[in-house]
């Protein structure tokens, strides 16, 4: 069965394509040439009759053809466009598969401040592996069911930040923080824990970082339950208004994507990832 229903194209523009890209980055088009990138994908997927599989991060033109490989029982993927669609392509017979689901036009041009942001995140996506399916692996039990928050912070000369902001909601207690540094060009080490004494009446709860980068702070309670999953930009205080400006501004647009499926704090996380590079460190 093929699945792409006349009510999800209205909604949700469930159509999808592919276009390779030849380096591991991409430039900054101007609008007028804007398109989209694969966010998701399980299953081989293909271009225009192309051999090669795409991977996470490649464009995706207005008019491509999308094709799946005969190998597995059902294929997925799922496009992102930078007009705030999001769009979902599944197939589960070889036949239906061939056949392809075609791009649609992106209406209207993102602004470019939208589409460089938009480029840096696919940037960030085609570093991923080959093999990858999605930005991130997929939480399952009590860690899937923790808040979600990013947020910029300046690192004060003591190696410190501070995460009150992410804490608004958070009950008077005391926690125990898991801080480990994220970004796919970090080695893996294991997280250091600390105390947090949290009063709801607090504007400061520092957290040791050690400098600037990016940071996957968890936060649980005494009963071990994770509650807090917060994604921090550490940087220069005189990086700061910058750096908290553009998140700002991705997360404003992007919560207008939301309704159409888009994953927020994902993309959001991403987004922080591509500052490495940018933000001084």
Excluded at 126 to 152: C, D, Q, Y
Aim: with cysteine; glycine share 8%; charged share 15%.
């Amino acid at each position: 069965m093929k699945r792409i229903s006349l009510l999800a194209l209205l909604v949700t523009g469930v159509v999808s394509g592919a276009l390779l890209i030849g380096g591991p980055t991409v430039a900054v088009a101007a609008p007028s040439e804007a398109s989209g990138m694969v966010w998701e994908k399980h299953g081989d997927w293909h271009l225009n009759g192309s051999t090669s599989a795409l991977r996470l991060g490649e464009a995706i033109p207005p008019g491509g053809l999308l094709t799946a490989g005969a190998e597995g029982p059902s294929h997925s993927i799922v496009i992102l466009l930078p007009d705030g669609r999001r769009m979902l392509c599944e197939c589960y017979e070889a036949k239906l598969c061939s056949q392809g689901f075609r791009v649609p036009a992106i209406t209207p041009q993102p602004e470019p401040a939208v589409w460089e942001m938009f480029v840096a995140v696919r940037n960030v996506l085609l570093l991923r592996p080959a093999t990858a399916e999605t930005a991130f692996p997929t939480l399952a039990g009590r860690e899937s069911m923790a808040v979600n928050s990013e947020m910029v912070a300046a690192v004060i000369p003591q190696g410190e930040i501070s995460i009150a902001p992410a804490l608004r909601a958070l009950p008077s207690g005391q926690y125990t923080l898991r801080v480990s540094q994220d970004g796919q060009s970090t080695v893996p080490t294991a997280p250091a824990v600390q105390t947090l004494d949290w009063s709801a009446a607090q504007k400061v709860a520092q957290v040791r970082v050690g400098g600037p980068g990016l940071y996957r702070i968890r936060l649980s309670d005494q009963a071990y339950v994770q509650r807090f999953d917060i994604e921090v930009l550490a940087t220069s205080p005189a990086s700061l208004a910058a750096e908290t400006a553009g998140l700002k501004m991705v997360r404003e647009t992007t919560l207008k994507w939301t309704h159409e499926g888009w994953p927020l704090h994902d993309f959001l996380r991403v987004y922080l990832e591509s500052r490495l590079s940018v933000s001084p460190q």
